[in-house]
């Protein structure tokens, strides 16, 4: 079943008449584009696949269906990994504001979609809102929910420590509380290192964007007065993983968690009992960079959230010092259960190379208290390989801090950011190139090694990247570049699938996520984005395709490429938010 989504601004602006409407119900097979639309100043482009017998198409204007732009079709390319042909038809040169449709001679028409300003802005609130979602411990209330609203489940007050994360003041069966912060993704579980990187992304958006954040409103309780809704959000995760730290020594358990998956039901239904496991380096750090970072966000927030940049700075230490006493502790599932009675059988996130968290955590700590302890750990791995951040590498996300906190460093340490920034550009550089000769016309997709678990949030995060670039060299391509991932994400892809629960045309109705499956609901919780193709199918079912491309199933069933997960979140947060964002300064040069 199809669902489409209009909010208010968008339908006053952009809807057709009835007699349109009902012309475009029908999806075009082999016509695919961004289903939210394309902004004015930035790129447009539409993905044809199979035969394509002309060279030629042109762009409709509605209601009128007037022709008014005739463009040459790309040749036709193939990707190397799979059997699928390509061509582009790109229309960037056309800015006017309105709504078209592309017409193919021999392929036929698309549906519709807008030109115009804030075509993503109902994304960018739902996306964020899609946290509030995710929030365990709390209720979640009819006048800020909507019809998914439900009972608060897991208060997890009372939590178990497990035999594995036994210290001289906690004993095995005690209990403490740690209550809040999000479910990790389409399971009931709570996992720091998850939670690391995608407390970090929120924060780093409102860094880049903080005068654009006091205007988005995602409708959040608990709000504070002046506080932006993303770090509501984020603050919320916060303090739950503030909880995971044992207070008598600075180390982090790595996760609250059943002893087994919750069954697909409702959160306060799911009555297991739950632990804490396990200490270890990877979930230590993370609280370090996290708490670090936030405690110079914080302290421009004395009155709304008194003392607590001050917490999350002493935290951010005291892991520090745990993990310089303990530096090589990988949490090791297998192990544990073969060591105690009690087997934990729930997401793992082993992670047994730290060179990276040492790299975020020595960053961040560096960018809030310039202190040279901090400088000289992270300079000692300078060297160290630069990859695209996942929750198994963070590295990267320590460059994103120094860079754009490069004018609050010591004059000693500034330097330090050019290296960075030529590590960053390298990266962004292969990108552009990989777009330009891809079969697809976007960075994403022109590898096969991106077709993994979470292929979405590969493209999220090379957006990410791409949005860094773009922030200290103004080089509009790059810009370019990361908005052709979020077309990507949102229907510019062989499947047709905008995968965003709730946006666009056609979108997943059958989410691998507790919640959406068990409320009797029949749409999912909206603004969660799915994982995405996944050529290795580790779900075992039966896919339409054995293309990678096409490797994705919607079905409640597919963990291995329709479960939703905090960390693929929140890079589409980020992204989403920022090309909002920055569309208007680009718009807004054009028209000077």
Known sequence: MMKSIFYGSLFMLFALNSTEALAQKTENQQIFFDQSGFYPALDKSVLLTGAVPGGSFELIALPGRQSVYTGSLSEQKSTGYSGIKTRIADFSSFQQPGTYLIRIPGIGESSAFPIGDDVHQDLA????????????????????????????????????????????????????????????????????????????????????????????????????????????????????????????????????????????????????????????????????????????????????????????????????????????????????????????????????????????????????????????????????????????????????????????????????????????????????QARKTGAYGTVMGSALSDFIWGSNSVAMNQGVLLINAYLFTQNKDYLNAALGNLDYVLGRNPTGYSFVTGIGTKSPMNPHHRPSSADGINDPVPGLLVGGPNSEKQDGLTYGSAEPELSYLDDVASYASNEIAINWNAPLVYLVNALECMQKKVNENLHE
């Not at 439900?150 to 178990?160: F, I, K, L, M, Y």
């Not at 190379?353 to 960018?367: G, R, V």
Request: net charge positive; aromatic share 12%.
């Open 125 to 432: 609130g739902a996306a964020l809102k899609g946290f509030y979602y995710q929030r365990a411990s709390s209720a979640l209330d009819k006048n800020y929910a909507g019809k998914w609203y439900r009972a608060s489940g897991h208060p997890d007050t009372a939590v178990q420590i497990h035999p594995s994360a036994v210290s001289k003041n906690r004993q095995a069966n005690s209990r403490i509380n740690v209550a809040g912060g999000w479910y990790d993704a389409g399971d009931y579980n709570k996992y720091i290192v998850n939670s690391g990187i995608s407390t970090a992304t929120l924060l780093s958006a409102y860094e880049d964007f903080p005068e654009y954040f006091l205007s988005l409103k995602a409708t959040l309780p608990n709000a504070k007065n002046k506080v932006p809704d993303i770090l509501t959000e984020a603050i919320y995760n916060l303090r739950w993983m503030l909880k995971m730290q044992d207070p008598a020594d600075g180390g982090v358990y790595n996760k609250c968690t059943n002893l087994d998956f919750d069954a697909m039901v409702m959160p306060e239904q799911a009555l297991a009992t739950r632990y804490v496991v396990a200490k270890g380096t990877a979930a230590t750090l993370n609280m370090a960079a996290v708490a670090a970072q936030a405690s110079r966000i914080l302290k421009n927030f004395p009155e709304q959230y008194p003392g607590l940049a001050d917490s999350c700075r002493s935290a951010a230490a005291l892991a520090w010092n745990w993990a310089v006493k303990n530096p090589n502790l990988a949490y090791d599932q297998d192990l544990m259960n073969r060591t105690f009675d009690l087997k934990v059988n729930t997401g793992g996130y082993g992670d047994k190379d730290f060179e990276d968290e040492w790299i975020w955590a020595s960053a961040e700590l560096l960018a809030s208290t310039a202190e040279q302890k901090y400088f000289d750990a992270f300079f000692a791995r300078l060297n160290a390989p630069v990859n695209l951040p996942s929750w198994s590498y963070v590295g990267i996300l320590g460059y994103y801090s120094l860079i754009r906190c490069q004018h609050k460093l010591p004059e000693a340490y500034k330097n330090i950011t050019s290296i960075l920034k030529k590590k960053v550009v390298s990266i962004a550089d292969r990108y552009l």
